[in-house]
């Protein structure tokens, strides 16, 4: 079955950077595939954060991040990651990686805490 899993967030004070990683595992052919990042705060609705198209040139993002965060893809590896910079706190949220298809696939997703 499609399984992602996320790794790579953490605690960082405002201004700061992480990188994100997702590896996943039963998508095949993997660079066939649209993926994407999403992310969610405790009482609200998960939101798309950015999206990669299946040949990595095609990106975009929501706008709360635009020119902040870099997604990018490496299909030779099946993973997904998302650069993170700038941080603000208000980006505070458990991040999830998944397939632009209307079938989800939630992984356990990786916490984000931006503080001072």
């Known amino acids: 079955q499609v399984q992602f899993v996320e790794s790579g967030g953490g605690l960082v004070h405002p201004g700061g950077s992480l990188r994100l990683s997702c590896a996943a595992s039963g998508l095949s052919p993997f660079d066939y595939y649209a993926l994407q990042w999403y992310r969610q705060t405790s009482g609200k609705e998960r939101e798309l954060v950015a999206t990669i198209g299946s040949g990595g040139r095609s990106t975009y993002y929501a706008d709360f991040v635009k020119g902040r965060f870099t997604i990018s893809r490496d299909n030779a590896k099946n993973a997904v990651y998302l650069q993170m910079d700038h941080l603000e706190p208000e980006d505070t949220a458990v991040y999830y990686c998944?397939?632009?298809?209307?079938?989800?696939?939630w992984g356990q997703g990786t916490q984000v805490t931006v503080s001072s």
């Open positions: 998944n397939v632009n298809s209307l079938v989800k696939y």
